[in-house]
Structure formats: structure tokens, C-alpha cells
Nanobody
Framework: QVHLVESGGGLVQAGGSLRLSCAAS????????MGWFRQAPGKQRETVAD???????DYGESVKGRFTISRDNAKNTVYLQMNSLKPEDTAVYYC????????WGQGTQVTVSS
């Protein structure tokens, strides 16, 4: 079994920054992909960013140049540094671990005020 716990969400003004963390525990494969997704009210869940266990990254178009994903394999933790936040970044952010089955965290709310 795998358990994911996200933290770091909150309320921030436009232009500000937040850092999300997601710690995985349980039966973690050394080869996996961890990532962040988000879902705003009335919208589909979208990919924000993901990172493989060897450090390869991929970003959604709307966050390129503003968000940075990183991970600490020793801690089974993935981070999302979010800079230059915009009101349209407001959403519930979910952490996902794929190995290859998908495991999801409970989500953390990010609200960006204008």
C-alpha cells in the first residue's frame, strides 16, 4: 500500500509564491514518476508537472517558466515551487505517484487572490 500526504497550500496574492510538498510512504518502487495535477471548480483535472526517479521533468504549458518540480528520492518526497502565481492557478492540487499503478494524495487547496 502507498500513502501520499500533501502540504503547503494556502492563500497568496497574485505574483506571490508557494511551495507544495508531497511525501510518499509504503511500498515505493525505486523506479517511479511523481507529479502534480490540479483541478479548478467546473474544470477537468490537468497536469501541472511530473518528474521521474532519474530526474526528467515535464510541465504543463500554462506553468512553464513559473513552476519548478523537484524531488528527494531518499525521502520519497516531491516538491512544487510555484512563483509568479496568477488567479487562474487557483485549484486543488493533487500529488500522484505512478509505479506503474497510480496513487493519489488527498489534495491541497491553492487560492491566488487578485
Amino acid at each position: 500500500q502507498v500513502h501520499l500526504v500533501e502540504s503547503g497550500g494556502g492563500l497568496v496574492q497574485a505574483g506571490g509564491s508557494l511551495r507544495l510538498s508531497c511525501a510518499a510512504s509504503g511500498s515505493i518502487s525505486p523506479v517511479n514518476t511523481m507529479g502534480w495535477f490540479r483541478q479548478a471548480p467546473g474544470k477537468q483535472r490537468e497536469t501541472v508537472a511530473d518528474i521521474t526517479s532519474d530526474g526528467s521533468t515535464d510541465y504543463g504549458e500554462s506553468v512553464k517558466g513559473r513552476f519548478t518540480i523537484s524531488r528527494d528520492n531518499a525521502k520519497n518526497t516531491v516538491y512544487l515551487q510555484m512563483n509568479s502565481l496568477k488567479p487562474e492557478d487557483t485549484a486543488v492540487y493533487y500529488c500522484r505517484l505512478r509505479q506503474p499503478l497510480n496513487y493519489w494524495g488527498q489534495g491541497t487547496q491553492v487560492t491566488v487572490s487578485s
